[in-house]
């Protein structure tokens, strides 16, 4: 992922203040990889890694996150903010029915999701009406009518009277039954083709101008990648729409379909659908789009995590007292704890850094409450004690073995373990220090 080759990038860096040039573009390599494999278009790529470039020379580096996360924590504020920041919701016509008229490829998904988007009105007591005005299919008004009745939405179809044969004379009809029955909202769907063509658009088009809808939504496959853009600009210059709902994210398909569509179009994306299941279907989070199209939500939710627990002046306490040989102390090896103790179960954290994961059997066996023990241990021990652990022999040992309620066998094993982590430390001071380890220099 993303995430795994960006901590490769950084493995080298240490340091504080700015990341050098030679940084940023490597990174900027990185990002440009992730954006293109989640099919993003190119030159949408090529304008948001400029921008997340600007972002990342004029920015310090911060404290509590390496590198990495930082960028990574860069790149996903941005993807936000160009996915629209905040979700985008249905305007409602001031009097009368809401018309929402529904255009796109055959196959974008339509039909299923007109009747989502009705079951979805439903729930927040509207009184929505579907109509069929795809007349191309020959099962497509069927299709709907299945689809009504398993949300139980009344569906609107062509018959002797209501414009047979005609989807512009359908559509208009519809609005009338709307007003006769008092639905508040007409969801039309509409015929797609294969590819875009001509008619097609015309008919869209002229559906559109009868029934001056309040929102033109474009329905498109997610799965469809690159082509998204190119369709999504046909339909815009053909049709035009107000909104964008992307489908079939069930699908593994990254996303990228999202940002490009609304870098190009300026179309907010409204609503996202994603399986078969009527209930398959959800107001449109950039937030979470922003995390699919990086693949790493475990990730940003440590970044989050660390950045909320993060005490920034102890660690540079920390940080000066590595690198004295010797400086670090037992007192700083319990606040350490406590402080990755804050990011939650020491389990779920360990789990979620990269290249953790070989380790899993033994964090399945990590006992949380070992922490409550070496807590007792430490807390029994004198200032003296903690500061300098050297001092700590058998008498001492057997005190604070009393005084815990621990064996000596107990803290002979601590102070081992603090002697073997004070080691690693200093080495890794020297070193190049642990990515995505909270609450230590990286
Ligand atoms: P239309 O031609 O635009 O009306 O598309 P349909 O609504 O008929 O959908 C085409 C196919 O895609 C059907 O087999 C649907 O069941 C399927 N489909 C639609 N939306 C989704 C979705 O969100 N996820 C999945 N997995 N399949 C979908
Ligand atoms: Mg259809």
Redo the contacts with the bound molecule.
């Keep these: 992922t993303l995430s795994d080759r960006l901590a490769d990038t950084f493995k080298n860096l240490r340091g504080k203040g700015r990341l050098s040039e030679a940084d940023i573009d490597a990174t900027a390599r990185e990002i440009r990889i992730a954006l293109l494999e989640a099919d993003v278009a190119l030159p949408v790529v090529k304008e948001f890694v400029g921008a997340v470039k600007e972002r990342a020379r004029s920015e310090e580096v911060s404290g509590a996150l390496n590198p990495a996360q930082q960028i990574i924590k860069i790149v996903h504020e941005e993807l936000v903010t160009i996915l629209g920041g905040e979700t985008r919701r249905l305007r409602y016509a001031k009097t009368g029915p809401t018309v929402i008229m ?1 255009a ?11 009747a ?1 988007l009705a079951h979805w009105l439903k729930e927040q007591d509207k009184t929505p009406v579907l109509v069929a005005a ?1 007349l191309q ?1 020959p099962n ?1 008004v069927q ?1 709907l009518q299945v ?1 009504g009745e398993r949300v139980g939405v009344p569906v609107f179809a062509p018959e002797p009277g209501n414009g047979t044969g005609n989807p512009v004379d359908v559509a208009r009809a519809s609005i009338e039954e709307a007003k006769r029955k008092l639905y508040d909202v007409v969801i039309i ?1 509409t ?2 083709r294969l590819g875009v063509d001509e008619t097609l658009m015309q008919q869209a088009a002229d559906i559109r101008d009868a029934v001056q809808p309040d929102e033109v939504l474009f ?1 498109v ?1 997610a799965m469809i990648g690159q082509d998204a853009v190119v369709t999504a600009q046909a339909f815009l210059d053909g049709v035009g729409y107000d909104g964008v709902v992307l ?5 593994d398909a990254r996303g990228g379909a999202a940002l490009s569509i609304r870098s190009i179009t300026g179309k907010p994306v409204m609503f996202a ?4 299941k009527m209930t ?2 959800d107001l449109f989070h950039p937030d979470r789009m922003a995390s699919r199209i990086l693949d790493m939500g475990d990730m940003l939710t440590l970044i989050e995590q660390a950045e909320k627990a993060f005490d920034s002046e102890q660690s540079m306490k920390t940080a000066e007292k590595l690198a004295t040989k010797g400086g670090f102390t037992l007192e700083d090896f319990l606040q350490q704890m406590m402080q990755l103790r804050k990011l939650g179960s020491m389990t779920k954290i360990m789990g979620m850094l990269p290249g953790m994961g070989q380790f899993r059997d033994q964090l399945e066996n990590f006992d949380e409450r070992e922490i409550d023990r070496i807590q007792a241990i430490i807390q029994s021990m004198t200032p003296a004690e903690r500061d300098n652990p050297k001092i700590i022999d058998g008498s001492r040992r057997a005190r604070i073995a009393k005084g815990s309620g621990r064996q000596v066998s107990d803290v002979n094993q601590l102070v081992d373990r603090f002697f073997e982590a004070r080691k690693m430390m200093e080495s890794m001071a020297k070193g190049g220090g642990m990515p995505g380890m909270p609450g230590m220099p990286g």
């Design positions: 529904l796109g490829l055959q196959g974008a998904g339509k039909t299923t999701l007109a989502k795809d299919r497509a299709q689809n769907d015929a797609g329905v496959d489908t079939k994210l069930d699908g659908s994603s399986g078969e398959d279907f």
